[in-house]
């Protein structure tokens, strides 16, 4: 079982910065791939970053150049710094750890980024 827990979102002005914070805890929690999620009222959630365990990186065409998604494995953390931020990145923010290796998948409770115009 793996337990996450998000903070750092908030409200923001157009092009100012936040960074998420993501902690997990649990048996095994750094050998999981991480990634973060977002979800606004209405639409599925999407995909914004990942980073798997060894550290490789993929991140969504949207937030490409603004986002930089990194782990600290020692604290068990993710991290999410996003810069540039438009209103249109507005929504719940969920992080994401998964094993695909066993099928197993968990995710935090999210966290609110509002980014006003």
């Known amino acids: 079982q793996v337990q996450l827990v998000e903070s750092g979102g908030g409200l923001v002005q157009t092009g100012g910065s936040l960074r998420l914070s993501c902690a997990a805890s649990?048996?095994?929690?750094?050998?999981?791939?991480m990634g973060w999620y977002r979800q606004t009222p209405g639409k599925q959630r999407e995909f914004v970053a990942s980073i798997a365990a060894a550290g490789n990186t993929n991140y969504a065409d949207s937030v490409k150049g603004r986002f930089t998604i990194s782990r600290d494995n020692a604290k068990n953390t993710v991290y999410l710094e996003m810069n540039s931020l438009k209103p249109e990145d507005t929504a719940v923010y969920y992080c994401?750890?998964?094993?695909?290796?066993?099928?197993?998948?968990?995710w935090g409770q999210g966290t609110q980024v509002t980014v006003s115009s």
């Open positions: 994401k750890a998964v094993r695909y290796d066993i099928s197993i998948a968990y």
């Open positions: 649990g048996s095994g929690a750094g050998t999981y791939n």
